[in-house]
């Protein structure tokens, strides 16, 4: 008999946000993880929001048993001046649906001492999957010495590796909500793998692929087919794109399932100053330098997202009951790059 693998026991931390609300229903569907517990951080919306959106999603998908744990309302370095993108994703972050607010309330524990305590109980076993700026996880890694070792991986959306930035030319939205968190997430020797928008902007859910979605009766289905509408918008304005990129569904995924994903390794920096502050750089030692600061440590990034969308469809289909397998040819025929 095959030996039974235990699921892969993950945190969320989250800053919901549309996209934030398809990769927790992701994640909740996927029997390979174990959802053990959502931190939250500010980025789509202020960590307040954040936190009672979390426990509002826990709710819809019947899951009040997961600890939500608060987290900074402020960046690693104390500033308070915060982006937050309510353009994007609704004043209340989840597509202006005013829904009621939650019964539940958060954890005493900070996010990052749950995030501290958790990969000590756990050690190596624990993995992050970090969907909005890195506040949380810098502020581990500074409360415990040993958490870089103790986690096991840190999975995070954010970057944008050799293109362009979606908040400007330079940086990627994630990095830029605290680029002093992100270099020291990525200096931390904990094993880091980064889901750039180099990488998602290739794993779009188009309008017809929300048509098919909206067939089904499934509970996930109707909710994210609700909320969906702002975030159509958005990226219609912004990008002049029919379709919406599934940003933090795919760093899911690579938790659910790693054999999707192909890395290259490198050293990255953030960095931290000027106008090009939040931008993301991989040194990937194709050519051999000899740094005088020995502390760089090797990242990996996710490199290709050929399967993605097929991957991501198969296992929402156990909620959408629809049947999306003929697409994974015309994915790997390589629509996604066109
Ligand atoms: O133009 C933008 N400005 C700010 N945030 C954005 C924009 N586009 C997407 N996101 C949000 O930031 C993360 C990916 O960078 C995702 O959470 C996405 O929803």
Redesign the pocket.
Same mark, same amino acid.
Do not use: C
């Given at each position: 008999m095959a030996a039974e693998t235990e699921p892969k026991k993950i945190i969320i931390d989250t800053?919901p =946000?549309?996209?934030?609300a398809m990769a927790i229903f992701l994640a909740l569907q996927s029997p390979e993880v174990e959802v053990i517990g959502l931190t939250t951080i500010f980025?789509?919306v202020y960590t307040t929001l954040a936190t009672r959106n979390a426990l509002h999603l826990l709710e819809v998908a019947g899951r009040t048993d997961i600890p939500v744990a608060e987290g900074s309302h402020v960046t690693s370095t104390n500033g308070t001046k915060l982006?937050v993108?309510d353009?994007?994703?609704g004043v209340d972050g989840l597509g202006n649906q005013n829904f009621p607010p939650p019964k539940g309330k958060p954890i005493e524990e900070s996010a990052a001492s749950f995030l501290v305590h958790q990969a000590k109980v756990n050690p190596g076993k624990v993995t992050v999957v970090a969907?909005?700026p890195l506040t949380n996880i810098a502020l581990a890694i500074q409360l415990d010495p040993e958490f870089a070792k103790n986690i096991g991986q840190i999975l995070i959306?954010?970057g944008?590796f050799a293109v362009n =930035?979606?908040?400007n030319p330079a940086a990627?939205?994630?990095i830029?909500g605290d680029p002093e968190a992100a270099d020291v997430v990525f200096t931390s020797g904990a094993d880091v793998l980064a889901v750039g928008?180099n990488v998602?902007h290739q794993v779009v859910l188009t309008e017809s692929d929300r048509e098919k979605l909206a067939s089904s009766n499934g509970k996930f289905v109707q909710y994210l087919n609700k909320i969906l509408d702002v975030?159509f918008s958005?990226?219609r304005e912004?990008?002049n794109v029919k379709g919406v990129?599934l940003?933090?569904p795919t760093v899911v995924l690579a938790a659910v399932d790693p054999s999707l994903v192909t890395c290259i390794e490198g050293i990255v920096r953030v960095q931290t100053s000027g106008i090009t502050r939040g931008i993301t750089i991989l040194y990937n030692k194709q050519k051999s330098i000899i740094f005088s600061n020995a502390s760089f440590n090797v990242n990996k990034l996710l490199e290709d997202a050929m399967f993605l969308i097929w991957s991501w469809l198969r296992n929402l289909e156990k909620d959408f009951n629809i049947h999306f397998y003929q697409w994974s040819s015309q994915i790997r025929q390589g629509f996604l790059y066109q």
């Open positions: 800053d =946000g549309i996209d934030d980025g789509n982006r993108a353009f994007v994703h969907l909005g959306l954010g944008a =930035g979606n908040v990627e939205a994630n830029f928008i998602t975030y958005y990226h912004a990008y990129y940003h933090d």
